[in-house]
């Protein structure tokens, strides 16, 4: 396809086509009509066979060699999460940039993306750390990410088990900046969802981990916590590339993952779906000591798909606001707010430990590498840092609507709105907390309690003891 031009980007009309059919029930057999109608929208600029695998790929499937969508060994894949990796490359879709002009190898931060002889795209998997910026610079899709909604939709569609939403805070102002938290989860409602939950919620929970975390773990000038656990990228950068510092990271898991624990602890027939901006959300759902908490991982970009599909408009749905997350839970969205969320939360838990609290805030990969490389040689200043792959924090997410700097304002106006400054007054934690059994004050949640086993990860080659329940 040597004259392709550099605009072609099937993937939002696929994206549409694929959660239509699905939401109606009738995806396998109108998958080759929609095939034939995106094929011909574009038969100038593309093929019948990247075509089908851009549908696949929607599909939560793997590309294949053929002009068919699906073949006699795809149904029973289509009935679960999607199978790893999650970011695809489709060789045959990518011969159209200059050598000198293409925009993945660029903005690949590890240099996991090559051409070959003929031009073709490929993905280096032991460098590749998942987090999707080469999806997002390429025009073509050929690279892209699975799509998870198609079960999901079935399952919405079925009512057979209550399916929680837990919605990420970098939600705020991405489908408009007229829809609030309250007309957001009364769309989601309307979609079937039995309830939506703020991921923030449990990243107070977490805050608080981080606060006992920091405690017992940084003694001396020269000790450090390593967080956030709420990157997927970051904490894969640190296991891959600096495997030495392992012990220093904060043995906690990510909100997201404290969000579908908790509530399948209340709830052990519920279904838990995350929504955000991340692709590599979808690979933390499927690590082997994660694996089971979280059903299905949704970006806001496919979000919007099925919104779209479904004919909701979030910006007409009546104003439902279940408020419940902290100030400080609802910055984890943004870069630097896990950091500010641990240090107002440490001066109210312990404060003599608030006063020696120096966080690093790393921004971006090429950050993140520059702050690794730093801890190794002895050479940085710091006892707690939070990294994040993406510019911007969870806003700089490939699977965003806005640019990373609206995603920011918005993210700060959403924190701004909450009723509580942090966790220790939120009522809501010590609801949760209440309902698992710890009915005084907030506990440690570093030692054998159900809270502190919900909130517990071991990694592998970490030597730090680990309550029993998770040895």
Avoid at 73 to 81: C, K, R, V
Avoid at 94 to 100: D, L, V
Avoid at 300 to 317: G, R, S
Avoid at 354 to 381: M, S, V, Y
């Amino acid at each position: 396809m040597p004259n392709q031009p550099k605009t072609l980007n099937i993937r939002p009309r696929i994206l549409y086509q694929v959660a239509k059919a699905a939401w109606q029930g009738q995806l396998l057999e109108r998958r080759e009509e929609i095939c034939s109608l995106v094929h011909q929208e574009f038969a100038d600029r593309t093929t019948r066979r990247h075509v089908a695998n851009q549908i696949r790929i929607a599909m939560g499937l793997d590309p294949h060699d053929s002009d068919t969508v699906i073949s006699e060994h795809d149904t029973e894949a289509l009935m679960g999460m999607a199978s790893e990796p999650f970011v695809l490359a489709d060789p045959e879709a990518c011969s159209s940039c200059a050598p000198g002009d293409r925009a993945c190898e660029r903005v690949c931060p590890v240099g996991a993306i090559s051409h070959d002889e003929l031009g073709r795209v490929g993905i280096d998997r032991t460098r590749c750390l998942g987090e999707g910026y080469c999806v997002e610079a390429c025009s073509f899709g050929a690279l892209a990410e699975k799509a998870n909604f198609v079960p999901l939709i079935n399952l919405l569609r079925q009512h057979e088990h209550p399916v929680y939403a837990s919605v990420a805070p970098a939600f705020a102002g991405q489908f408009g900046p007229e829809v609030t938290a309250g007309k957001f989860r009364a769309a989601l409602l309307k979609l079937g969802f039995t309830e939506m939950v703020e991921t923030a919620l449990y990243a107070d929970l977490v805050t608080i981990k981080e606060c006992f975390e920091y405690d017992e773990h940084v003694q001396t000038d020269k000790d450090f916590l390593i967080t956030s656990c709420c990157c997927p990228v970051w904490i894969k950068l640190v296991e891959n590339r600096f495997p030495d510092l392992l012990d220093h990271i904060s043995p906690s898991v990510s909100p997201m993952v404290a969000s579908a624990r908790v509530l399948k602890a209340f709830d052990p027939e519920a279904k838990v779906v995350f929504i955000g901006p991340c692709v590599a959300k979808k690979s933390e759902a499927l690590l082997p000591e994660l694996k089971g908490a979280v059903d299905f991982v949704l970006t806001f970009q496919e979000l919007e798909a099925i919104f779209e599909a479904a004919e909701v408009n979030p910006a007409e749905e009546p104003d439902e606001e279940n408020p419940q997350a902290s100030w400080g839970g609802r910055l984890y969205g943004r870069a630097g707010g896990v950091s500010a969320a641990v240090a107002t939360t440490l001066e109210k838990l312990i404060p003599k430990r608030a006063e020696k609290f120096r966080p690093l805030k790393a921004d971006g990969i090429p950050d993140c590498q520059k702050a690794l490389e730093q801890i190794k040689r002895g050479e940085l200043d710091a006892n707690f840092i939070e990294g994040m792959a993406c510019k911007g924090g969870c806003v700089g997410g490939p699977g965003r609507i806005l640019s990373p700097e609206e995603g920011t304002g918005h993210v700060n106006a959403y924190g701004d709105a909450s009723t509580s400054h942090t966790p220790v007054e939120n009522p809501q934690v010590y609801a949760i907390l209440n309902r698992l059994g710890h009915e005084a004050e907030i506990p440690a949640l570093t030692g054998e309690g159900p809270m502190a086993t919900l909130l517990a990860r071991k990694f592998s080659g970490q030597n730090r003891p680990l309550p029993k329940e998770e040895k």
